[in-house]
């Protein structure tokens, strides 16, 4: 009982927040009060967690809770020194808070609440409560010939265009490592078929591209074997890192003047060269150039946006938490290619390549990946063959109980 209730004060919290977040990411907050609303709950909440964290007393694990601590602790500083973002401080409280507690009902919630409050903030577009703005992307003549060249793009309700595409990739991804090889042919085709109307309506190219190479994944990831999967763990984690290291490889290496370079430029809607000018203006140093590097709210760079995830970590946060936060992703992508769960892995795998393109390492939206730190040993971390008896024991003693009471 005392689990359950813990449980519960937990997932009332989580649920919270992330409404919270996601109405904060929503033109929301261009309504009068409402985004002082959406900041005082949101710590409010926060206060809240760290009080269930406390009187949890009890941890274990100690070298990644230390690990952890050292997190906290330069996210800290770097807000004090740096103006640094708040971002990662809750994912290291939420982290703690949810030890022990199951890593399934956090991830069901976590689908449920994403999907329903952005199709909440999309219905109150269509009502007017909030704006539905409308755009042209053009993306050139030589890249553009398969997309039109150009496209209209809407944001219905939320501030940047392509924030419902964005979260329509974590939620498949979240689904694949839920219910991994129990996905039917018919769901897939059902999230092909909205893959294309998303792409129709926001027009984010990369995020359609990236779900269709996923959905081919995972067809093949039916095909591999298992222990193929333990034997290359290694190699899978250190997805986030080489792709770190090409980041700035690509990005350093750009150069106007060079064919190549410009049409790659263009292709990517020019990340090249806006990343090549901010690493050149902030540099790479221990404390990073605060929250503010490397987007379009600088005072001091304007009209600069580094979309690629890894140098925007860097930019923003510095070495030292830049290399935790990848080191916790490469952890967690060991993990899960050690037990033998595939699904899992190729969804780490599509979120450091993603990554590449839009920053999302520290979103609230894969909060979900990161209660696995502290939870590795989760009947829902295990391997196929192992989580899926689980569940079936589990299904077994509660139809054993429900027919086993008295009255």
């Known amino acids: 009982m005392r689990k359950l209730k813990t449980e519960g004060i937990f997932l009332i919290l989580y649920v919270l927040y992330i409404i919270n977040q996601i109405l904060s990411e929503s033109q929301f907050i261009n309504i009068d009060v409402m985004d002082q609303l959406l900041t005082l709950s949101r ?9 269930f964290i406390i009187s949890k007393n009890k941890m274990h694990g100690k070298r990644k809770i230390v690990l952890i601590l050292v997190l906290a602790f330069f996210l800290i500083i770097n807000l004090i020194f740096k103006n640094g973002g708040l971002s990662y401080l809750p994912i290291v409280l939420f982290v703690l808070a949810t030890q022990d507690l199951s890593v399934q009902k956090i991830w069901t919630i976590t689908i449920w609440t994403l999907s ?3 199709i909440f903030v999309m219905l109150c577009a269509k009502l007017g409560i909030v704006k539905d703005m409308i755009n042209l992307r053009y993306i050139g003549d030589n890249t553009g010939a398969f997309f039109s060249g150009s496209y209209v793009r809407h944001n219905m309700g939320f501030l940047v265009h392509n924030q419902i595409a964005l979260t329509f990739l974590i939620i498949y991804l979240l689904i694949i490592a839920y219910k991994r090889d129990k996905i039917r042919w018919y769901e897939n085709l059902l999230f092909m078929v909205l893959n294309f109307i ?22 093949a990831i039916k095909f591999l074997k298992k222990s193929t999967l333990r034997n290359l763990a290694n190699i899978w984690m250190l997805s986030y890192p080489l792709l770190a290291i090409a980041s700035f490889g690509v990005a350093l290496t750009y150069n106007s003047s060079n064919q190549i370079s410009l049409m790659l430029n263009l292709f990517f809607n020019n990340r090249l060269r806006f990343a090549k000018e901010a690493i050149d203006f902030y540099g790479i140093n221990i404390l990073g150039a605060g929250k503010f590097a490397g987007t379009y709210n600088s005072t001091v760079l304007a009209e600069n946006n580094v979309d690629n995830g890894y140098i925007a970590l860097f930019l923003q946060n510095g070495i030292v938490i830049a290399c935790i936060v990848i080191g916790f992703w490469m952890y967690l992508t060991y993990v899960a290619a050690k037990k033998g769960n595939a699904y899992l892995t190729l969804a780490l795998v599509v979120l450091a390549v993603e990554n590449l393109l839009n920053s999302y390492l520290g979103s609230y939206k894969v909060l979900p990946f990161f209660c696995i730190l502290l939870n590795q040993q989760d009947p829902f971390v295990e391997g196929e063959i192992m989580y899926h008896v689980h569940r079936k024991k589990l299904k077994h003693k509660r139809v054993k109980l429900t027919f086993g009471k008295t009255h």
Do not use: Q
């Open 43 to 51: 710590y409010a909440i926060l206060g809240l967690l760290i009080m």
């Open 116 to 118: 329903l409050m952005t």
């Open 198 to 219: 998303v792409f129709n309506y926001f027009g984010s190219r990369i995020v359609f591209i990236i779900t269709v190479l996923t959905c081919v994944a995972f067809y």
